[in-house]
């Protein structure tokens, strides 16, 4: 649950949330301990971001359809904070005649099994479920559980593929259910603190140039304002953390305490991320080329202290297996 709490607010590639990132975070990791999450109603999951298909004006491109892939961005939240992460309602241009009626399903219904969203629409059960992947993609629905996108993101699951041993139920048994904001929405300067806040406990410190992948992030002068706030009543300290960027720079004071220890206790330090991890800094703070969120490569991280020298950090980057 800590590292949700961390990541949220943050989205990742679907496929590449469990294979690529929390068994990489998670010591032990098993999918039943996102789907226990899930089920008992702490944990949420959906695509924040509208998807640029709803956004366009234009009559002819309007209608183009959204095409899910399994590099749909997908964030992972708690339902108590849905309220500031949930930042405007998703038009629903762009979707296919199926995932209008799966949709409008939806919105009569309430959350439904797939039998009944059978039912509901008359459509064949994988036409349902090819909607319910599109309305997925493009932010609209949500389900109980984790499941139910694993269901949907494994070609040779909703194939019925594999050898009856290892062979996993087609349907998840989780509903399914509109991605709705809430009824009592923050206001503008309410979830700027409140995402400075979820900025702190995800990077420690923070400044403009560490924010480039933060796509839901409200802008950086929304969120100075708050951290000045923050930083004036004593709950975060300003200062330069970190050398080479321009601008303000905020860090929560365990953090700082920590970046001392560090300096006064140097140490070799070695670090393996897969490239859709939010610590994949490369060409953003760190040196190097960027490495696309998207792509199949893992990044290395090293740091060696010789005779009191602290060298910059050198990144190698290697192809790797299970890639999306």
Excluded at 100 to 118: C, H, I, K, N
Aim: net charge positive; proline share 6%.
């Amino acid at each position: 649950l800590q590292i949700v709490k961390q990541l949220q607010g943050y989205e990742i590639s679907a496929a590449a949330w469990e294979s690529e990132v929390l068994r990489r975070r998670v010591a032990r990791y098993t999918p039943d301990l996102l789907d226990r999450l899930c089920l008992s109603g702490e944990v949420m999951w959906g695509r924040l971001s509208p998807h640029p298909s709803l956004l366009l004006d234009d009559a002819t491109l309007r209608n183009r359809r959204i095409r899910p892939t399994r590099v749909a961005p997908v964030a992972i939240f708690l339902r108590e904070d849905a309220p500031w992460l949930l930042d405007s309602p998703a038009q629903r241009n762009g979707l296919s005649q199926s995932g209008r009626e799966v949709a409008d399903a939806l919105e009569r219904r309430g959350a439904s099994f797939l039998p009944e969203l059978v039912k509901a629409t008359g459509q064949l059960t994988s036409q349902v479920e090819d909607a319910l992947w599109e309305l997925a993609a493009a932010g609209l629905v949500t389900a109980d559980g984790f499941e139910n996108l694993r269901a949907l993101i494994d070609p040779k699951r909703r194939r019925g593929e594999g050898s009856s041993r290892l062979k996993m139920p087609r349907h998840a048994a989780g509903r399914w259910a509109l991605l709705d904001l809430p009824h009592t929405a923050p206001s503008p300067d309410e979830r700027a603190d409140t995402f400075a806040r979820q900025l702190l406990l995800r990077w420690g410190v923070i400044f403009r140039d560490l924010l480039a992948r933060e796509t839901l992030a409200p802008a950086w002068r929304d969120l100075l304002m708050a951290l000045r706030r923050m930083e004036a009543r004593g709950e975060i300290r300003g200062g330069r953390f970190v050398s080479g960027f321009l601008g303000e720079q905020f860090a929560r004071p365990e953090a700082v305490d920590l970046l001392r220890s560090i300096r006064r206790t140097p140490s070799d330090l070695a670090l393996k991320i897969a490239a859709a991890d939010p610590l994949n800094l490369a060409g953003i703070i760190l040196p190097g080329s960027r490495i696309s969120p998207l792509s199949a490569q893992s990044v290395g991280f090293a740091q060696e202290i010789l005779g009191g020298h602290r060298p910059p950090l050198q990144i190698g980057v290697r192809n790797c297996r299970g890639a999306l």
